[in-house]
């Protein structure tokens, strides 16, 4: 028999603690609120409040329901009302001293039997528990950001935590409706181990101008289809609470430079910059609390994309290639309305790439998606050709060939000889440095990279690579043509990885390290990731999908290019490259496929 909880009591009502009461109270169960003073009382009643309000404004929850819910919560200063609670839930500030106090506190004030939980993010619950004098009865139950809506629970069980419980936990998690993991107890858990480095890379990448905040984010939400960008979710998760998540992983991690908290973090939380709940962090919010973003100096100004910071007008456009980025490139151009030449090594090619076209299109007539009209006029204004003269008056060239420097060099070095001045010459690579490129031609101003998504015409998202040779005007002009086509472009630097791949692989790469260390199951793993961060795919899955050799020759270049001992690929990856197990495309990765 399950233990039955009937009141529990949760300590520290800011971003988490709120959010935990409401979970409890919204099934039934009564709890006991308490904070450190009068005041920060009242911020969590509001918090709450405010949550429970919106529900009900958003139809999903009766206004009964909410009263109900609300009067189940008796809030209280101080850790004496907590004396007859089934199980406290600690939420105070990520400092081990504070919560060892908070314990040894609980321990007196509680029944003998009640459970004390930690929702410590990457704190060690075995040195929480030592604090007490019933560690056994000690547990970690980390709850993800918002509490009410995230569906993973990570329940972290130190050597000492009591087997029941623990399943007394799991069967509470069950009664929340919350999916749980169970693990053991290591710096992170699943979700912010994988996930902290991230942040801090993006934090990164914002600090060193290599990208602005608004690009950084759209990247990642647009390229991974990610609920949040990263530095809007450093933004949620309150920066204070990342500083000290990040500098205890660090600590308790192995010194893993990427956990170091990157400068910037400590003076934005010096200067009470600490993201939603002070109204400011990344972005400005409406006020402290808020969701709602409003413009600051730093928002870029709305332009009408067409000619804004010198760009150049754009009408006819080739792309040279003949795959399926290059396919892909030509449909998505000549449906926005630009005349379009496609440069393929044969009229063979070219014939093939052109039934290609048709059949994309006609998918989309199919689907109802494009008219009949339209698809016509799409394929009316392209024009094919197997030399590469026919792009003397092009405006844009857009190379998607095989993605081999030698072969790209050499393509440059004929553009520039047939292209007309003026004319913008990108490169699709998606590893190939662009100033290498560049060089290939007299004029590296004119050259920057169009980093496309497969599919082409499906995804959202375009980088924009600039390289240090870059003229405004070619960055700006690449730009305005992705809002042509109905893109976003996001304008980064010319790194390995540019933004998305610099910042997805080395996660997907810590996740086979997570797997090969035997922490967590590949199962588990994106439970994790797809519950607890909102994430469409878990790393396994998405491994699997992309190809693992491709991910590995990915995190092989970023480790080459940057050196970061932490990118170095996981042996199990290689491994798996070298057994032929690549993913779906050959039925087996990091699952078997065989049977699907
Ligand atoms: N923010 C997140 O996204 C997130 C997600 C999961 C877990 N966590 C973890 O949850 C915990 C709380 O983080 P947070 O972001 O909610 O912090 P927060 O700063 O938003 O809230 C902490 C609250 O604790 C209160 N408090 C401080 N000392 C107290 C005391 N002695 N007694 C009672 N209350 C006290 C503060 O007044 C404040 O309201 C941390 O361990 C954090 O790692 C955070």
């Given at each position: 028999m399950?233990?039955?909880?009937?009141?529990?009591?949760?300590?520290g009502?800011?971003?988490?603690?709120?959010?935990?009461?409401?979970?409890?109270?919204?099934?039934?169960?009564?709890?006991?609120?308490?904070?450190?003073?009068?005041?920060?009382?009242?911020?969590?009643?509001?918090?709450?409040?405010?949550?429970?309000?919106r529900?009900?404004?958003?139809?999903?929850?009766?206004e009964?329901?909410?009263?109900a819910?609300n009067?189940?919560?008796h809030?209280?200063?101080?850790?004496?009302?907590?004396?007859?609670?089934?199980?406290v839930?600690?939420?105070?500030?990520?400092?081990?001293?504070?919560k060892?106090?908070?314990?040894?506190?609980?321990?007196?004030?509680?029944r003998?039997?009640?459970?004390?939980?930690?929702?410590?993010?990457?704190?060690?619950?075995?040195?929480?528990?030592?604090?007490?004098?019933r560690?056994?009865?000690?547990?970690?139950?980390?709850?993800?950001?918002?509490?009410?809506?995230?569906?993973?629970?990570?329940?972290?069980r130190?050597?000492?935590?009591?087997?029941?419980?623990?399943?007394?936990?799991?069967?509470?998690?069950a009664?929340?409706?919350?999916v749980?993991?169970?693990?053991?107890?290591?710096?992170g858990?699943?979700?912010?181990?994988?996930?902290?480095?991230?942040?801090?890379h993006?934090?990164?990448?914002?600090e060193?101008?290599?990208?602005?905040?608004?690009?950084?984010?759209?990247?990642?939400?647009?390229?991974?289809?990610?609920?949040?960008?990263?530095?809007?979710?450093?933004?949620?998760?309150?920066l204070?609470?990342?500083y000290?998540?990040?500098?205890?992983?660090?600590?308790?991690?192995g010194?893993?430079?990427?956990?170091?908290?990157?400068?910037?973090?400590?003076?934005?939380?010096?200067?009470?910059l600490l993201?939603?709940?002070?109204?400011?962090?990344?972005y400005?919010y409406?006020?402290?609390?808020?969701?709602?973003?409003?413009?600051?100096?730093?928002?870029?100004?709305?332009?009408?994309g067409?000619?804004?910071?010198?760009?150049?007008?754009?009408?006819?456009?080739?792309?040279?290639?003949?795959?399926?980025?290059?396919?892909?490139?030509?449909?998505?151009f000549?449906?926005?309305?630009?005349e379009?030449?496609?440069?393929?090594?044969?009229?063979?090619?070219?014939?093939?790439?052109?039934?290609?076209v048709?059949?994309s299109?006609n998918?989309?007539?199919v689907?109802?998606?494009?008219?009949?009209?339209?698809?016509?006029?799409?394929?009316?204004?392209?024009?094919?050709?197997?030399?590469?003269?026919?792009?003397?008056d092009?405006?844009?060239?857009?190379?998607?060939?095989?993605?081999?420097?030698?072969?790209k060099?050499?393509?440059?070095?004929?553009?520039?000889e047939?292209?007309?001045?003026g004319?913008?010459?990108?490169?699709?690579?998606?590893?190939l440095?662009?100033?290498?490129?560049?060089?290939a031609?007299?004029?590296?101003?004119?050259?920057?990279?169009?980093?496309?998504?497969?599919?082409?015409?499906?995804?959202?998202?375009?980088e924009?690579?600039?390289?240090?040779?870059?003229?405004p005007?070619?960055?700006?002009?690449?730009?305005?043509?992705?809002?042509?086509l109905?893109?976003?472009?996001?304008?980064?630097?010319?790194?390995?990885g540019?933004?998305v791949?610099a910042?997805?692989?080395p996660?997907?790469?810590?996740?086979?390290?997570?797997?090969?260390?035997?922490?967590?199951?590949a199962?588990?793993?994106?439970?994790?990731?797809?519950?607890?961060?909102?994430?469409?795919?878990?790393?396994?899955?998405?491994?699997?999908?992309?190809?693992?050799?491709?991910?590995?020759?990915?995190?092989?270049?970023?480790?080459?290019?940057?050196?970061?001992?932490?990118?170095?690929?996981?042996?199990?990856?290689?491994?798996?490259v070298?057994?032929g197990?690549?993913?779906?495309?050959?039925?087996?990765?990091?699952?078997?496929?065989?049977?699907?």
């Open positions: 399950a233990r039955e909880f009937s009141t529990v009591g949760v300590v009502l800011g971003t988490m603690g709120a959010g935990i009461v409401e979970v409890f109270a919204r099934n039934g169960i009564d709890v006991v609120a308490v904070e450190i003073s009068a005041p920060a009382l009242e911020r969590g009643r509001a918090t709450l409040k405010g949550s429970t309000d529900a009900v404004a958003k139809g999903k929850l009766a009964a329901d909410r009263d819910l009067e189940r919560v809030f209280a200063v101080g850790l004496d009302a907590l004396h007859s609670v089934d199980l839930i600690e939420a105070v500030p990520e400092h081990l001293d504070l060892q106090r908070i314990f040894a506190e609980l321990d007196r004030v509680c003998p039997e009640a459970i004390l939980a930690t929702n410590t993010s990457s704190l060690s619950v075995t040195e929480i528990s030592v604090a007490t004098s560690p056994n009865q000690v547990i970690g139950i980390h709850f993800f950001n918002p509490a009410p809506v995230m569906k993973l629970v990570e329940v972290v130190t050597v000492v935590t009591a087997p029941e419980v623990v399943a007394d936990v799991e069967a509470l998690c009664r929340l409706g919350k749980d993991v169970t693990i053991n107890d290591r710096a858990f699943i979700a912010n181990a994988l996930l902290f480095g991230y942040l801090n993006a934090v990164g990448m914002f060193s101008h290599y990208a602005t905040r608004e690009d950084i984010d759209a990247a990642m939400k647009l390229g991974c289809g990610l609920p949040m960008g990263p530095l809007a979710l450093m933004d949620l998760i309150g204070d609470t990342a000290e998540i990040l500098d205890t992983m660090y600590r308790r991690g010194r893993d430079r990427r956990h170091a908290p990157v400068p910037l973090l400590k003076q934005m939380v010096t200067a009470g993201g939603r709940k002070s109204g400011r962090g990344f400005t409406e006020r402290p609390g808020s969701p709602v973003v409003v413009p600051d100096e730093a928002t870029p100004l709305a332009t009408d067409a000619l804004a910071d010198g760009a150049r007008a754009i009408a006819k456009v080739g792309v040279v290639g003949s795959g399926t980025m290059a396919t892909g490139i030509i449909e998505v000549a449906k926005a309305g630009y379009v030449v496609s440069v393929t090594r044969g009229m063979e090619k070219s014939a093939k790439v052109c039934e290609a048709k059949t299109l998918k989309g007539v689907r109802g998606k494009l008219a009949e009209a339209d698809r016509d006029a799409a394929l009316g204004r392209i024009s094919w050709s197997a030399t590469l003269d026919h792009l003397a092009v405006d844009l060239v857009v190379e998607a060939v095989v993605e081999e420097l030698s072969v060099k050499a393509l440059f070095a004929s553009l520039d047939i292209c007309k001045p004319v913008v010459l990108a490169t699709t690579t998606s590893s440095p662009v100033i290498d490129v560049a060089m031609t007299q004029r590296p101003a004119d050259v920057v990279g169009l980093h496309f998504f497969n599919p082409a015409p499906v995804m959202p998202l375009v924009v690579v600039r390289t240090i040779r870059t003229s005007e070619a960055t700006a002009t690449a730009r305005a043509v992705c809002a042509a109905g893109k976003t472009g996001v304008v980064c630097g010319d790194r390995s540019f933004i791949n910042l997805l692989f996660y997907l790469n810590d996740a086979v390290k997570m797997l090969e260390a035997s922490y967590s199951t199962d588990d793993i994106d439970h994790a990731m797809k519950l607890g961060c909102g994430y469409p795919m878990g790393p396994f899955e998405l491994l699997d999908v992309v190809g693992l050799d491709v991910s590995l020759a990915i995190q092989r270049e970023l480790y080459l290019e940057l050196r970061e001992p932490g990118f170095a690929p996981a042996p199990l990856l290689e491994h798996l070298t057994a197990y690549l993913g779906r495309k050959t039925r087996r990765g990091f699952r078997d496929h065989s049977h699907r």
